[in-house]
Antibody, heavy 119, light 107 residues
Framework: QVQLQESGPGLVKPSQTLSLTCTVS??????????WTWIRQPAGEGLEWIGR???????TYNPSLKSRVTMSVDTSKNQFSLNLTSVSAADTAVYYC???????????WGQGTLVSVSS | DVQMTQSPSSLSASVGDRVTITCRTS??????LNWYQQKPGKAPKLLIY???TLHSGVPSRFSGGGSGTEFTLTISSLQPEDFATYYC?????????FGPGTKVDVK
């Protein structure tokens, strides 16, 4: 049973960088069968796909965030990470890490972590 | 980007009711359409992928259909644990996009 757990600061100052890590257990990031994904959800709103990274470290970003997003994988720790630069209040949201089976949907999700952007 | 719409945006129903939610896409996506259920304070859960395939452990009262640009999620007999918000999502291309959600609450 795969489990994903987000970790990182819950409060980030405007213009700074939001950094989150997702630790995966019960599956190997390097197995090559899935994409490792970040999704966010502002309070009371819908879901926004931030991007994904393959087990070989090839990222695909949402064009709406592409200039500010970087994703990476650390196969030795079975973790993948998200960096979002120059944050503003509009980036306040619950951030989820997740596992996508390509065309088969997002089959596993972390519990989510609330990140607030405020001075 | 593939734009997603859902209707209705909310509905009120009773236990035992048959409920149908529609998702429309701005372009044809074959059958690359997934459905998720989300309860307050929880992460979404995959219900159906590839339009009509039930994810492991999902009750058979859930079913999906459609193709091209119009898709449906049907709950044949609503159960108390089904009151939640439902999202469609396309996996035809990137960026992945989600519908705005349909909230199912108690009549």
């Amino acid at each position: 049973q795969v489990q994903l757990q987000e970790s990182g600061p819950g409060l980030v100052k405007p213009s700074q960088t939001l950094s989150l890590t997702c630790t995966v257990s019960g599956d190997s990031i390097s197995s090559g069968t899935h994409y490792w994904t970040w999704i966010r959800q502002p309070a009371g709103e819908g879901l926004e796909w931030i991007g994904r990274i393959s087990s070989s470290g090839v990222p695909t970003y949402n064009p709406s965030l592409k200039s500010r997003v970087t994703m990476s994988v650390d196969t030795s720790k079975n973790q993948f990470s998200l960096n979002l630069t120059s944050v503003s209040a509009a980036d306040t949201a619950v951030y989820y890490c997740a596992r996508e089976r390509g065309f088969g949907g997002i089959s596993a999700w972390g519990q989510g972590t609330l990140v607030s952007v405020s001075s | 980007d593939v734009q997603m719409t859902q209707s209705p945006s909310s509905l009120s129903a009773s236990v035992g009711d048959r409920v149908t939610i529609t998702c429309r896409t701005s372009q044809r996506i074959s059958t690359y359409l997934n459905w998720y259920q989300q309860k307050p304070g929880k992460a979404p859960k995959l219900l159906i992928y590839a339009t009509s395939t039930l994810h492991s452990g999902v009750p058979s009262r859930f079913s999906g259909g459609g193709s091209g640009t119009e898709f449906t999620l049907t709950i044949s007999s609503l159960q108390p644990e089904d009151f939640a918000t439902y999202y469609c999502q396309q996996s035809f291309n990137t960026p992945r996009t989600f519908g705005p959600g349909t909230k199912v609450d108690v009549k």
